[in-house]
Nanobody, 124 residues
Framework: QVQVVESGGGLVQAGGSLRLSCVTSGSISSIGDMEWHRQAPGKQRELVASITKAGMTNYIDSVKGRFIISRDDAENTMYLQMNSLKPEDTGVYSC??????????????????WGQGTQVTVSS
């Protein structure tokens, strides 16, 4: 019913930039809070940045001033602009989305969805 797909990852040198996108599609009534997570090799997945439906943002300390999270609700899309990338930013970046799903004639039901992830590799 709902698909979440990330794109925009790749290989970049330290100091470079990438822009990740997360598109949600399907039987959507509304999208709530959205998050970017990452998992580095051998480490646990961590929350990198979040944005509420009202547009309030939050970041982990290590990316503050370098990453910018944003959303375009008309396109059901979330972005992560990543600047001044460092090797420690390497990992699989995944989006996590709260979606009000249409379930027929009844009220929409809120559910959480993960995307499949996109690889970001920063070389030194």
């Amino acid at each position: 019913q709902v698909q979440v797909v990330e794109s925009g990852g790749g290989l970049v040198q330290a100091g470079g930039s990438l822009r990740l996108s997360c598109v949600t599609s399907g039987s959507i009534s509304s999208i709530g809070d959205m998050e970017w997570h990452r998992q580095a090799p051998g480490k646990q997945r961590e929350l990198v940045a979040s944005i509420t439906k009202a547009g309030m943002t939050n970041y982990i300390d290590s990316v503050k001033g370098r990453f910018i999270i944003s959303r375009d609700d008309a396109e059901n899309t979330m972005y992560l602009q990543m600047n001044s990338l460092k090797p420690e930013d390497t990992g699989v970046y995944s989006c996590y989305v709260d979606v009000a799903v249409r379930v027929g004639v009844g009220n929409p039901m809120w559910r959480h969805y993960w995307g499949q992830g996109t690889q970001v590799t920063v070389s030194s």
